[in-house]
């Protein structure tokens, strides 16, 4: 059809588009749909220096926006010119390299007036009255006389009525609606001194207060009355400057993350953005800590001089350009990797809250869907006591005089646990003093103020790899040599994946080699893994190996293959451990950074504390 235009012999005519059609086309990009417009006129609200943004919205916007704020207004000249296209108040010194303001490029209010009916009213700060404008489908009135005792109040009515194409990509309200509480939480977490509210015209949507204080009070006041309290609790302050690029904010714990990035809030300059950049360095940061398809929530807000960021990239102003990319990507790396190394083995409270959540049989009867059960079906399996010493000495990691490279959970067999004197000395210790295992994979310690329930083999699991990486970056993993070699037969594409990596896994600590057909020599292993079942842990390694592909150096796929060495190693679950191996566990868990979390970022324990354990007993 195009190709049939273009040869039909008449010739074309260029001409200049009536400036309505301009506008209409600009909308196109600016006002996507109803969060958007909300968006440019909440943008213009905090250039004007408001204090309260009040938002109302018919019908998920469709029908009505209405923002009123307390800014400096519009005098009835000024007015006329705001709804004309490229007219600002913004760009004083027509210089574009220094934005200070949310606003720029003076194409929002003739790009709304062209697909919707617009009006302005305001009243200049000391003005005598107050003015209105109207802009219909971009056909724009004459001010007139109005009441308004301060600041203005913008009305769009019947968005996209004068583009009926947008008009039919329009979601239903309530998904309309939703988009226009995320755009004006994320304008609201940049803007923690000023005032919101936002209403469907009946119901009170959010009603956030002006924050008063220091910049990392206010900040977190307003984060965690938009994200919630979790949130608030469960994040790490983050600030660090670099070359004079500020990063301030708050960053989850690892323990605290989401399905998709929509959680990560991110602002440079005070302006909300969406940057590929800024997505990815802090990726990279968490990597470790979080599975690859979850996504810690954070919140950070990068400053920079104006000079070094282009913001000019989209009309929607959400994409910006860095001068620097490496600087600002080592910076944001660096102070949440800092940040959480801080953190250690800190996990979420909010993990606590949940599980006292479960505990409760009406939230679990909330969560599940279902009637709790009866409490008394748990049942008690005392353990054994005979043997407990000897299947403990066999599989003692044995120490090494390499301080770190081995994770040796206490020397002697102990007494029986669950007989354990109170030991107020362990106690005074962040996870407490072993008091029992249960089901052979959780231990339970008593701290000064609550108990804490340690999943044994995500932790175990999670020392291992911390081990791996620290003795990797020292040179190599100690290794134990067998004492029989053991020859474990595998098909024979499985051998030769594990023989191209001979070299690698030497440097974890593997020791082995092909052994005729079908089969490789286990030499040694990893020393910190304690006794294995070598073959089972070679078959896993195998498998990996096959997922993993050839492009990945095993190193950048260490979480994933200390997964598989932990789950051979010698805490895996369902194994007995004595009082002595649990508290070690407990000890090493507390002095290894990021031990809150596995490697997949679920939790390695949780902790009640006893007012919260009275709490559920009625004692409170
Ligand atoms: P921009 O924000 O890029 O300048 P807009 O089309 O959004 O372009 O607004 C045009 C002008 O109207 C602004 O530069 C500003 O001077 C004025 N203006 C818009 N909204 C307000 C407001 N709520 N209070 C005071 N002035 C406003
Ligand atoms: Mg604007």
């Given at each position: 059809?195009?190709?049939?235009?273009?040869?039909?012999?008449?010739?074309?005519?260029?001409?200049?588009?009536?400036?309505?059609?301009?506008?209409?086309i600009a909308a196109g990009e600016v006002v996507e749909r109803p969060a958007s417009a909300l968006k440019e006129l909440v943008e213009n609200s905090l250039d004007a220096g408001a204090r309260r943004v009040d938002v109302v919205l018919r019908d998920g916007g469709r029908t009505l926006i209405q923002v009123s704020d307390d800014g400096h207004g519009l005098d009835p000249d000024t007015l006329s010119l705001a709804v004309e296209r490229h007219a600002t108040s913004k760009l004083p010194d027509d210089d574009l390299t220094h934005i200070s303001t949310l606003g720029f490029r003076g194409e929002a209010l003739p790009s709304i007036g062209a697909v919707s009916r617009l009006s302005i009213t305001s009243r200049a700060a000391g003005a005598p009255a107050a003015w209105r404008i109207r802009v219909?489908?971009?056909?724009?009135?004459?001010?007139?006389?109005?009441?308004?005792?301060?600041?203005?109040?913008?009305?769009?009515?019947?968005?996209?009525?004068?583009?009926?194409?947008?008009?039919?990509f329009l979601k239903i309200p309530r998904t309309e609606q939703s988009h226009?509480?995320?755009?004006?939480?994320?304008?609201?977490?940049?803007?923690?001194?000023v005032g919101f509210t936002l209403s469907d015209g009946t119901r009170t949507l959010l009603n956030l207060e002006a924050a008063q204080?220091?910049?990392?009070?206010?900040?977190?006041?307003?984060?965690?009355?938009?994200?919630?309290?979790?949130?608030?609790?469960?994040?790490?302050?983050?600030?660090?400057?670099?070359?004079?690029?500020?990063?301030?904010?708050?960053?989850?714990?690892?323990?605290?993350?989401?399905?998709t990035s929509a959680h990560q809030y991110l602002f440079v300059n005070g302006r909300p953005v969406r940057d590929r950049l800024l997505l990815g360095a802090v990726r990279g940061a968490y990597m470790d800590f979080v599975a690859s398809d979850r996504h810690p929530m954070l919140a950070l807000f990068l400053e920079l001089p104006a000079e070094e960021v282009?913001?000019?990239?989209?009309?929607?102003?959400?994409?910006?350009?860095f001068r620097d990319a490496g600087l600002v990507r080592g910076l944001i790396v660096g102070a949440l990797k800092h940040a959480l190394a801080e953190a250690g083995h800190r996990a979420s409270a909010s993990v606590g809250a949940a599980t006292l959540g479960a505990f409760r049989p009406d939230g679990l009867r909330a969560h599940t869907g279902h009637a709790a059960p009866a409490w008394n079906t748990a049942r008690w399996?005392?353990?054994?006591?005979?043997?407990?010493?000897?299947?403990?000495?066999?599989?003692?990691?044995?120490?090494?005089?390499?301080?770190?490279?081995?994770?040796?959970?206490?020397?002697?067999p102990a007494a029986r646990v669950e007989n354990a004197p109170a030991d107020p000395v362990a106690e005074r210790h962040p996870l407490g003093a072993a008091r029992a295992q249960v089901h052979g994979t959780y231990i339970v310690a008593q701290t000064e103020d609550g108990l804490v329930i340690v999943d044994q083999h995500a932790a175990h699991e999670r020392l291992v790899y911390e081990r791996m990486k620290d003795a990797l970056a020292v040179g190599g993993v100690k290794s134990q040599a067998l004492l029989l070699p053991e020859v474990v037969e595998l098909e024979e594409a499985a051998v030769d994946r594990l023989v191209q990596r001979a070299d690698e896994f030497a440097e974890l600590g593997l020791v082995l080699e092909a052994f005729g057909q079908g089969a490789v020599v286990v030499r040694e292993v990893p020393a910190l893994?304690?006794?294995?079942?070598?073959?089972?842990?070679?078959?896993?390694?195998?498998?990996?190996?096959?997922?993993?592909?050839?492009?990945?150096?095993?190193?950048?796929?260490?979480a994933d293959v200390c997964g598989t060495m932990a789950c051979h190693g010698s805490v895996r679950a369902g194994r007995r451990l004595s009082g002595d191996e649990m508290n070690a566990l407990l000890r090493q868990m507390e002095a290894t950074p990021h031990s809150g979390q596995c490697n997949h970022g679920r939790p390695t324990y949780v902790e009640l504390k006893l007012t919260d354990i009275e709490r559920l007993f009625g004692r409170r």
């Open positions: 059809m195009t190709a049939e235009r273009a040869h039909s012999g008449v010739r074309p005519v260029v001409r200049r588009l009536p400036e309505t059609l301009v506008n209409r219909e489908g971009g056909a724009v009135g004459a001010p007139e006389p109005a009441a308004l005792t301060a600041g203005t109040r913008v009305e769009i009515r019947d968005l996209f009525y004068a583009t009926p194409a947008r008009l039919k226009a509480l995320e755009i004006l939480q994320r304008l609201a977490m940049a803007a923690p001194t204080g220091d910049l990392f009070e206010v900040r977190l006041a307003r984060l965690g009355a938009v994200l919630g309290r979790d949130f608030a609790a469960d994040a790490l302050p983050i600030d660090a400057e670099r070359q004079g690029y500020r990063l301030t904010g708050y960053a989850g714990l690892p323990t605290l993350h989401r399905r282009d913001v000019n990239v989209h009309p929607a102003k959400t994409e910006v350009r399996t005392p353990p054994p006591s005979e043997g407990l010493a000897e299947a403990q000495a066999a599989w003692q990691a044995p120490s090494t005089d390499r301080v770190g490279h081995t994770l040796d959970f206490g020397a002697a893994l304690g006794k294995t079942d070598t073959a089972a842990l070679i078959r896993d390694l195998a498998d990996d190996l096959a997922e993993v592909g050839d492009a990945h150096a095993l190193k950048d796929r260490l």
